[in-house]
DNA sequence: CCTTTATATATAAAAGATTATATATAAATC
DNA sequence: GATTTATATATAATCTTTTATATATAAAGG
């Protein structure tokens, strides 16, 4: 998946992966995220495949570098990626629920102050989702002639904000249950 | 992770993979999920580090069962991973999301039907949170001195019922804007 | 003056997870 | 009579992801 991430981006404009890791941890990462390492690795094989090619622009003190751009190979991977409907649903993984479950057995305060913790990470998230993404988004939309890209960029960042109010009403509610 | 989920369950009871695949299937893989290969590869580690012990019961015209059963190592390691806080929010990914965020350049109407495949697969799935599993953790309840267990087994129900919720109405809100 | 942050790429090793396949049989469905 | 479903375990190969490490320097902050 993340090859498609990578290539949906270059297929914007050419890219250095510094600059693809920077672009994807103020958009994407709500949704989807990677490492450094892993965007590194996950170039090189592209390039292996033939979908993305590289030049190297060189830079005084600092390291030269890499800039990627997608060829008709990698646009056509993409957009047939795009085209092809999802059939099922995504899978999820929550480790506090995990805990939740399993956690009759613990001190019962002891969940209690996780959940309260997590409280307040997912918080301090709902926020970030209300200032500086819906500010990125904007600025976007506002400089270029991508009025369709900015509608749907808002709409992830629309899902990150009302998953964050799901999750911190989700955590009050068993609060309230767990403390009768 | 998926370590403490089997030492979570060998903790209630004895059980062979096959059970432990069953019981993920119809309790935890609304917030973790695992396929039988990796269950089975999982706990041939956990025994190889002393956290499991096996034995084999036989049985006719069935291949015989290999049943585990948590140890004392087993056991610590489980309690201290479930007092441990978790410091940081989960990660998500979300394949649909990342779609719609490069969908700019297909054509419209085909980022809308796949909206509407989603919305029916999660309408499905909130039905099968509001009767199927809930139905699991009353049998759990009733059968059981597990009053507190039921209670955390409800918590985690409703995450998922309130997830579908949140998922369903992002869908919709989102459907509306693009088709204006 | 010292530390941190930002700029930039890369690889090795390990852990986690999926896909595919093999084997075996009883019972139920078509 | 043929296929599917359920019972049961196991491994090989591959793919995905994380953790850790190495190198190098300018600018900004304390």
Redesign the pocket.
Known sequence: ???YVLLGFLNYRNA????LK?LMDVSTSNFW??????I?????KLEEDGMVASHIEP?E???????YEITETGRDDLKNWLSQPLMEIE?R?EKLLLKLFFSAQLDPEKILTQLRLQKTLHKDNLEKYQTITKGVVQQFAASTDMADDARLWEATRRFGELYEEMYIRWVDETIEKLEE
Chains 1, 2 share one sequence.
Do not use: C, E, F, I
Not at 16 to 19: F, H, L, P
Not at 33 to 38: E, G, I, L, V, Y
Not at 40 to 44: E, G, V
């Open positions: 998946m993340l090859k250095s992966g510094y600059d920077q995220h990677a490492k450094q390492s892993q590194y690795t996950t170039l090189k830079q003190s600092r390291p030269n570098r890499k800039v899978s993984k």
